[in-house]
């Protein structure tokens, strides 16, 4: 079926033509794509084309995973190459910010062209494989040594290089020598045909490569998104935001407590009971295991007899307080006076 052209507005060949253009000025131009405002907006001119292009073939229907080759009109084949060309360009904006989203949408591109391309049995090569954890799931990998799985990668990558490599080098050599007939419309059926085909043959190999290159750019941007919510996200236990809590002293028993909190008011006393007690409602601490009543008669009298010498402390400490008020009111030598003259 021949594409035929759209009502009021651009030809399907004329929105192709636009964007292939744009393309090459912009592949031949040593100017930087950041550089100037042209260069982006030449490239946002190709992407409007070149969607255009794409709506018109989909309305069309153009392709059909229920045909062959053969039954594809030479003049069509062309538009074959419009995903391949919007992930091209797609690749060619410089917004930072956006840099993730233009990556997995020029993949999502190139893995269209390449899907058209296996269902028209169009060069051989093996599909990449998808990104989506749906898709991940889909085809579980069997467990493997895991030394071996990389050594075999590596091989299979390095050899899909090199074919890749001397296709290139010979389809480029074909395109050059049917080019110049076919641009000036003295091609025949069959070298036209011949010519496209060979074109698609190339954006395959350019989509291969390309879709390698933005996963490895797309592991570097993922770990950095993921770095830097690590960084933003809270630190540290639960509790670690709570008031710090104020200073205090802190006794084995009440009596000390009492004793402490005579000598020190501008401090509050507690008990080592009481300090877990108040740790255990805030739930930061558990309750203190407490030792059975009558399991240690030893231990028992111990405490007994720290309790005592803590009283008798209590009363040495008041007749210290009493002596250092007596000495502030009565000076130094205020009772040795019947020496004095």
Same mark, same amino acid.
């Given at each position: ?42 490239? %946002? ?57 233009? &990556? ?9 062209? &390449? ?6 049995? &169009? ?74 085909? &060979? ?42 935001? %709570? ?37 255990? %409602? ?7 295991? %407490? ?51």
């Amino acid at each position: 079926m021949m594409a035929e052209a759209g009502a009021g507005g651009p030809r399907l060949a004329e929105l192709l033509a636009l964007g292939r253009r744009l393309w090459d000025e912009l592949e031949a131009s040593t100017e930087p794509s950041s550089g100037a405002p042209a260069v982006q907006d030449k490239v %946002r001119e190709g992407l409007d084309a070149l969607q255009q292009a794409a709506a018109m073939v989909a309305q069309l229907e153009l392709f059909s995973e229920n045909e062959e080759l053969e039954e594809i009109a030479s003049a069509d084949l062309k538009f074959m190459l419009l995903p391949a060309l919007l992930g091209a360009m797609t690749l060619k904006q410089v917004d930072l910010s956006r840099r993730r989203e233009h &990556l997995e949408t020029a993949r999502e591109h190139f893995m269209n062209f &390449l899907k058209l391309c296996t269902n028209y049995r &169009l060069g051989s090569f093996q599909l990449p494989p998808g990104t989506s954890r749906e898709e991940e799931a889909s085809s579980p990998s069997a467990p493997r040594d895991p030394t071996q799985p990389n050594l075999v990668a590596m091989a299979t990558s390095r050899a899909a290089k090199i074919e890749r490599y001397k296709q290139k080098k010979e389809l480029e050599n074909k395109l050059a020598s049917l080019s110049t007939s076919v641009e000036s419309g003295t091609a025949d059926e069959d070298q036209t045909r011949e010519f496209y085909i &060979l074109q698609i043959q190339k954006w395959i190999n350019t989509s291969l490569e390309e879709i390698e290159s933005i996963d490895q750019e797309l592991v570097i941007l993922r770990s950095r998104d993921a770095a830097r919510q690590t960084a933003a996200a809270p630190r540290g236990p639960p509790w670690a935001a %709570r008031t710090p809590m104020k200073p205090f002293i802190l006794t084995r028993t009440a009596a000390q407590a009492r004793v402490f909190g005579a000598g020190y008011p501008g401090l509050p006393t507690m008990t080592v009971d009481d300090w877990y007690e108040q740790r255990r %409602r805030q739930g930061i601490a558990s309750t203190p295991q %407490r030792v059975p009543a009558g399991a240690n008669d030893e231990e028992s009298q111990k405490q007994q007899q720290e309790t005592e010498e803590e009283e008798d402390d209590e009363e040495a400490l008041r007749k210290a307080r009493d002596w250092d008020d007596w000495k502030d009111t009565h000076p130094r030598g205020y009772g040795n006076r019947h020496n004095m003259g």
